[in-house]
């Protein structure tokens, strides 16, 4: 009874909505973070394509009316599972320029030289969105890509009306878009809701896609205006990086918890193993019995988040260039053998929780979105800029933020990201590699039939988020929309702290976890779920978390 009445108050606290934004639907669901791009996903759908076609519409809609996360600068991960019952994902993480190398944020000294690798075109990696989502409409989609793409340039060409989140956001970051003209040609001045919004130059780009396909951003004249953007300023993108890149496709990272079955994105996403791991570890605890937003629970949830998250930092980093092991990762015995020395009621030290031996042989801006069609196809793409509006740099004459993802490398081992997160060897530097990422695409099977499809921004915490929805609708039996509005927590080794959403459950909370010995620290929100649900009958319903202003749409 104390579940709901946390989860009611909260809700009624907050910007949501108490009632479900959709219904149960029959023929496809789109949940992303914003309606109109929804809805582009969903007019392609009933418009005879299948969910592939549907998320890629839907991916380059949101680089036009989702400027701060969606994209056609950055990079991102799709997991797919297709009618035919085959699971794949495709890789489009950002690289790094051939033209990279180790110490490049580093001063004279050694010391992380501040802003360098977060705010400028130093900051950029060779953009992957076009080429992994191109790449899954030829292969797995059914629709020509004019027929997809025409939605996402007629929304450039002739505008859409802002909503407040975008009026805000934009108004926020003018002082760092005042460093850039072709950022100010686009997004500067004092916007408000309501306000159209046409970004002509980046509909010529979108042209060019369409046209050209991916020699239509990564050649060409795109490709002329995105080096001119780096020779005007002290970025390092060559025409040999946008010419020389590829999406992968990529076996997908598979697990088990309480008899459901869940497939998510391999390196060089830490998502995938590290969701995987923690449900490995959580499955030999009675979280039900505790109760959700119990201190016990919190107190087993971070100890595991401690364990996972220094693994996190020495092993993970993209597999083309190191050995990760996954399979001992991702291997229930190790998750026991991890948690051997935790002691129920009493907090954990970062300073005497290490990596494990990873190698023994034994018997905050990113966007999420999730579909589902008629045929059985299922999708979760996580996409990414980095931080809020990437790196601040609009491509001047091409309409589009680039990323600030070379941030999330390892400028100099133990030293923090933007998103406190550490890290060491594995995820250093170099020319060609791709950045080790949080992000969490994730598909949920019960009885080897679709359950769930489910993904978060959010940085370092997209993890713990996707966790927490997951064990919020599994062990304590919420609805989708108690699992993705419930307060949060997270844990990420360093620094050694727990941070917990304001009015997480009835405010004692805190005091009872720094009795055991634990550092509180009261956040603002995080994470905005976009996920899909099924029903036992195969019908769907989906919805979109209360911290951002997206909808969730079917039919």
């Known amino acids: 009874m104390k579940r709901f009445v946390f989860l009611i108050l909260f809700l009624i606290s907050s910007s949501g909505n108490l009632l479900p934004q959709t219904g149960f639907y029959e023929n496809g669901v789109v949940s992303s973070a914003n309606e109109i791009a929804s809805q582009v996903g969903i007019d ?15 991916g380059f809609a949101l680089a036009v009316v989702y400027p701060q996360a969606g994209n056609i600068g950055g990079g991102g991960f799709m997991v797919i599972h297709l009618s035919d019952g085959r699971n794949t994902s495709i890789d489009y993480r950002e690289k790094a320029p051939l033209r990279a190398y180790r110490e490049m944020y580093l001063d004279q000294q050694g010391d992380v030289i501040m802003n360098l690798s977060t705010l400028g075109n130093l900051a950029s990696g060779v953009p992957g969105s076009v080429a992994g989502m191109l790449y899954a409409l030829e292969k797995y989609g059914t629709k020509e890509k004019e027929e997809v793409l025409k939605y996402s340039f007629e929304l450039a060409e002739n505008g859409f009306h802002i909503n407040r989140q975008l009026a805000d956001n934009l108004n926020s970051y003018q002082k760092d878009f005042q460093n850039f003209s072709g950022t100010m040609e686009v997004f500067g001045g004092n916007f408000k809701e309501g306000d159209l919004l046409i970004q002509k130059d980046l509909a010529k780009t979108l042209k060019r896609i369409i046209d050209k396909g991916k020699d239509g951003f990564y050649g060409n004249e795109t490709a002329a205006l995105l080096v001119d953007e780096m020779i005007n300023s002290n970025g390092i993108i060559s025409y040999d990086d946008l010419a020389g890149y590829e999406a992968k496709e990529r076996n997908v990272i598979e697990g088990t918890y309480r008899g459901y079955k869940i497939i998510s994105m391999g390196p060089p996403s830490s998502g995938g193993i590290s969701l995987v791991y923690l449900l490995n570890i959580l499955e030999n605890f009675d979280l039900n019995k505790n109760g959700y937003g119990s201190a016990d629970n919190i107190n087993i949830m971070t100890e595991a988040m401690r364990r996972v998250y220094a693994d996190r930092s020495e092993f993970m980093g993209d597999a083309d260039f190191v050995s990760v092991p996954f399979d001992i990762l991702t291997n229930k015995n190790y998750a026991v053998k991890r948690m051997s020395d935790f002691k129920e009621g009493v907090a954990g030290s970062s300073r005497d929780v290490k990596h494990g031996d990873a190698y023994y042989r034994e018997s905050d801006q990113t966007t999420h979105y999730s579909v589902a069609d008629k045929y059985g196809n299922l999708v979760s793409v996580t996409t990414t800029l ?13 309409g589009f933020f680039l990323n600030n993802e070379m941030d999330d490398f390892v400028s100099k081992p133990g030293a923090p ?3 406190g997160l550490v890290g060491n060897e594995a995820n250093s530097i170099q020319p060609g590699k791709r950045m080790l990422s949080s992000m969490t695409p994730a598909i949920i099977f019960k009885n080897d039939k679709p359950f769930l499809i489910l993904g978060s921004p959010g940085g370092g915490r997209i993890i713990t988020t996707v966790l927490q929805t997951l064990v919020n609708i599994i062990d304590f039996n919420m609805s989708l929309q108690e699992a993705v509005d419930a307060p949060r927590f997270h844990h990420q080794w360093l620094p050694d702290e727990i941070q917990i959403e304001k009015n997480y459950t009835d405010g004692n909370i805190t005091d009872q976890l720094e009795k055991i010995g634990y550092s509180v620290r009261i956040i603002n929100d995080f994470g905005r779920v976009d996920a899909v649900q099924f029903t036992e009958d195969g019908k769907m319903t989906g919805y979109s978390d209360r911290r951002g202003s997206g909808k969730a749409i079917g039919y």
């Open 44 to 58: 392609i759908l009933k418009n005879g394509g299948n969910a592939i076609d549907a998320a890629v519409g839907t």
């Open 386 to 398: 980095n931080d809020v509006f990437g790196n601040k740099v609009v491509v001047k004459g091409a």
């Open 417 to 419: 990201n933007i998103y």
